[in-house]
């Protein structure tokens, strides 16, 4: 994915916020715009196969190409407007369709639930506590070498289970994710899933042994 879109699309949305406002018929505009540019790309293709015989080839292929990426970016626009986390999102959705491939391609892993993941866990409250005194510790260290993964592991867990509950706002989710995709990052994790899938089976793993 290009390193530019996000920034760019972060600065398109300053700038409509800053014309247009953030109600809700700017909310409908933002995604009547990704219609309309869908639209474009469609009138291309046409154009491009010459449909119209009164119009005969007025476009190539770059040209769809070109509508395409405007639809891609008046998508990423919108997107803003329902989540303060979009690249996030974006990441989880991805993984998501990568995950159905590759169990199209070798069959569907199993992936522990919630519930079997979090069986034994120590309540959310506790976990919290632990995760902020391991974090006060590590602030505090002089040694530089930060919290392990036992750390990162349980405090992406503990996120994910504050986010199941459906109590903390829609940013709950986000924030869970972020942390699932660092561990996964920190582990460098070559299996294709949900961050939160592989947090749980990690954890689930990481439970069995305590």
């Not at 970016?73 to 993984?95: G, Q, S, Y």
């Not at 522990?112 to 309540?123: F, Q």
């Not at 405090?155 to 924030?175: E, H, P, Y």
């Not at 990052?185 to 042994?209: E, F, G, L």
Request: net charge negative.
């Amino acid at each position: 994915m290009s390193a530019v879109l996000w920034p760019v699309t972060a600065r398109i949305v300053t700038a409509l916020n800053t014309a247009n406002g953030t109600g809700e018929h700017e909310t409908a505009m933002r995604l009547m715009k990704v219609v309309e540019e869908a639209g474009e790309a469609s009138a291309a293709y046409i154009g491009m196969t010459g449909q119209n015989p009164r119009k005969g080839t007025t476009h190539t292929r770059a040209d769809v190409a070109d509508e395409l990426c405007d639809v891609i970016i008046a998508a990423t626009v919108a997107l803003h407007a329902f989540t303060t986390h979009p690249p996030a999102v974006l990441d989880a959705k991805l993984h998501a369709v990568a995950q159905r491939l590759h169990e199209v391609e070798v069959g569907p892993t199993v992936w522990p639930t919630p519930e079997d993941a979090y069986a034994t866990a120590p309540t959310i409250v506790c976990e919290i506590a632990w995760t902020a005194a391991v974090a006060r510790t590590v602030v505090k260290d002089r040694s530089g070498d930060g919290a392990d993964r036992d750390f990162w592991l349980r405090k992406a867990a503990v996120l994910d289970r504050i986010a199941l509950q459906g109590t903390t706002g829609d940013d709950a989710g986000d924030v869970a994710t972020n942390a699932a995709q660092r561990l996964m990052d920190m582990d460098d994790a070559s299996v294709i899933c949900d961050p939160r899938h592989y947090v749980r089976q990690q954890y689930a793993r990481w439970a069995k042994h305590q």
